[in-house]
């Protein structure tokens, strides 16, 4: 085991951690190693559930007994790019001062993972009668990506974790709820020609448009549907990303390819809002397209995909998180998306989202978590240690 004089603290490892540059779509597994090197000192085995291609890995590990569910801690490795922000310090080595932290990831979310860290030793000297579990992942900033590899692995387990806190942001807050996503990519075919004779070709660039605009439609459509004000924004809502098609303004497009999402309140369903769109453009605009050319297309791509959440205000996880959490307050809804929807809907765990940080300060240049919000976190994980020491609760 690791010499309690060499034992580091929740604010030297998020130094440790901001340090490896885990940034979205590139490799974690030098971040991996170093957590799951940490973990083996206090004789702590980690299971690794690598991508396909072995440039990324999620890490899941359990501390106390591993015959009944316990706690799940979560939370992701990677963080956004820095690219064209217009940092005051190296974004990968922390910059403190007496009040905050800063450096990519400090507050999304390696500060939360450095709390669950720190309280690594403690878990591992007394004698838990209720399991911890971590559970961090990998490509979450790009539509949740890694972790679903990770729940495919722990659906085969015999016992997974009961209820599941979510590190994301939320100023130590519980947040109940979030809405789900889902990305496509449109590549519509048609036919080219010369700009001279149009009536020779079916230019892609143009129903690319129709169907934006219907998309576009689609926004005021939602929100005549029943509205849910404990959200920001108090319905479902539509949003086409990027567009790019055609080469020379003498030619007809025969290409055009545009992404879009759709962000669904967690009480309605996906496959019910997009209904309406793939309907005009498979219904609508594609017999017209074919009409000319028999070989035009339409094609939807999924890009990313997550649930919303909706966690019951008295379920199990909002009993367990006030007992242990400084700050016994609510967070509400929010509208930005979490890995807890997936371990809620695909695993049974009940999760709630509670973590170190602002959202308003994720993925913007000087990122920045207070250390009285590091301070609480390490507060709600001595809390969680001591209590697990007992009976888990919860059946």
């Known amino acids: 085991?690791?010499?309690?004089?060499?034992?580091?603290?929740?604010?030297?490892l998020l130094?440790?951690?901001?340090?490896?540059?885990?940034?979205?779509?590139?490799?974690?597994?030098?971040?991996?190693?170093?957590?799951?090197?940490?973990?083996?000192?206090?004789s702590i085995k980690s299971l690794l559930i690598p991508n396909d291609d072995n440039t990324r890995a999620n890490l899941y590990a359990t501390i106390g007994p591993d015959d009944i569910g316990g706690v799940m801690l979560s939370g992701h490795t990677d963080v956004v790019p820095t690219n064209g922000q217009n940092w005051n310090s190296d974004p990968y080595q922390v910059k403190s001062d007496d009040d905050a932290f800063y450096g990519r990831g400090a507050c999304d979310m390696k500060?939360?993972?450095?709390?669950a860290l720190a309280g690594v030793p403690r878990m591992t000297s007394l004698k838990l009668?209720?399991?911890?579990?971590?559970?961090?992942?990998?490509?979450?900033?790009?539509?949740?990506?890694?972790?679903?590899?990770l729940i495919n692995a722990m659906e085969s387990f015999e016992v997974k974790p009961r209820i599941g806190l979510i590190g994301e942001p939320t100023d130590m807050k519980m947040i109940v709820g979030h809405k789900g996503k889902a990305a496509f990519k449109?590549?519509?075919?048609?036919?080219?020609?010369?700009?001279a004779y149009i009536t020779n070709g079916v230019n892609a660039v143009e129903y690319a448009a129709e169907l934006v605009s219907f998309i576009r439609k689609m926004n005021l459509k939602v929100q005549q549907q029943?509205?849910?004000?404990?959200y920001s924004v108090p319905h479902s809502t539509f949003h086409v990303g990027n567009i790019n098609g055609g080469t020379a303004l003498n030619i007809v497009p025969k290409s055009c390819q545009f992404e879009f999402e759709v962000r669904n309140l967690p009480q309605e369903q996906l496959d019910s809002l997009m209904h309406d769109v793939k309907h005009y453009a498979r219904d609508v605009l594609l017999p017209d397209m074919k009409a000319k050319y028999e070989h035009c297309d339409i094609q939807f791509e999924p890009i990313a995909s997550y649930p919303g959440l909706h966690t019951d205000i008295k379920s199990s996880v909002i009993d367990y998180t006030r007992l242990?959490?400084?700050i016994d307050e609510m967070g509400g809804n929010v509208s930005f998306g979490t890995e807890a929807g997936l371990f809620d809907q695909q695993l049974g765990i009940n999760s709630v989202v509670c973590g170190p940080g602002s959202i308003d300060q994720a993925h913007k240049p000087d990122e920045f978590v207070l250390r009285s919000q590091i301070q609480i976190c390490d507060q709600m994980i001595t809390n969680l240690v001591i209590r697990c020491t007992d009976s888990f609760p919860y059946t």
Do not use: W
């Open 324 to 326: 242990i959490n400084p």
């Open 129 to 149: 009668k209720t399991p911890i579990h971590l559970a961090f992942s990998y490509d979450e900033e790009i539509g949740c990506v890694g972790v679903k590899k």
């Open 186 to 195: 449109v590549t519509l075919t048609g036919s080219s020609c010369h700009s």
């Open 111 to 115: 500060g939360f993972i450095a709390s």
């Open 226 to 230: 029943p509205l849910d004000n404990s």
């Open 15 to 42: 130094s440790k951690l901001i340090a490896f540059d885990t940034t979205s779509t590139t490799s974690n597994l030098e971040l991996i190693d170093y957590i799951r090197n940490y973990l083996d000192d206090y």
């Open 1 to 12: 085991m690791r010499p309690s004089s060499q034992r580091m603290n929740s604010e030297q």
